[in-house]
């Protein structure tokens, strides 16, 4: 397991005291359970999301079922809408979300490994970001690979809200 860049994500979190939730669809919990498997990480995890279906991502996290049709179930923009409502009903500071394809097979058209993430940071001002991805290899892998690209943008995407950047 990649431990290394596990341990910076979380002492970064606790470093600028951010609180995280998550809000994953294909990558189904393991952004969580991979964060989960470090001491300390109960002072900076806040809640976890898994939604697969497009109901349970409309009713537990406000996505629109309009923004689910016109861009599909694989789309930044809904990537960006779980986010927002993974923020929106937690204490969190931050959100990750992913929502995508792990696999083994092409959906509506779109290769099999590829993701939509969002970071999402409250404060003065809110601000998004999002960003696809193709991951390749077995579904796990898909899953495993995501999760971490998720988690260790982090800081990337922090350090741009900082600087005021806006997605």
Do not use: N
Not at 79 to 103: C, P
Not at 126 to 146: C, H, I, K, N, Y
Not at 161 to 166: A, D, K, T, V
């Amino acid at each position: 397991m990649a431990t290394a860049p596990l341990s910076e994500t979380l002492e970064y979190l606790k470093s600028h005291k951010l609180l995280l939730t998550t809000a994953e669809s294909c990558t189904a919990g393991t952004m969580i359970a991979l964060l989960a498997t470090l001491p300390g990480t109960g002072e900076v995890l806040e809640s976890g999301y898994v939604v697969y279906s497009p109901s349970a991502k409309q009713r537990l996290l406000g996505v629109s079922l309009k923004t689910i049709e016109r861009y599909g179930l694989t789309s930044e923009a809904v990537a960006r809408e779980m986010a927002l409502g993974a923020l929106g009903h937690s204490d969190a500071t931050v959100a990750i979300a992913t929502t995508g394809i792990s696999g083994p097979e092409p959906h509506d058209g779109i290769a099999p490994g590829t993701l939509c993430f969002a970071w999402a940071f409250a404060g003065e001002p809110l601000a998004v970001f999002t960003r696809s991805q193709r991951f390749f290899g077995e579904r796990a892998d898909v899953m495993r690979e995501g999760a971490l690209y998720g988690l260790t943008r982090l800081a990337h995407y922090h350090q741009r809200w900082l600087r005021g950047e806006r997605a």
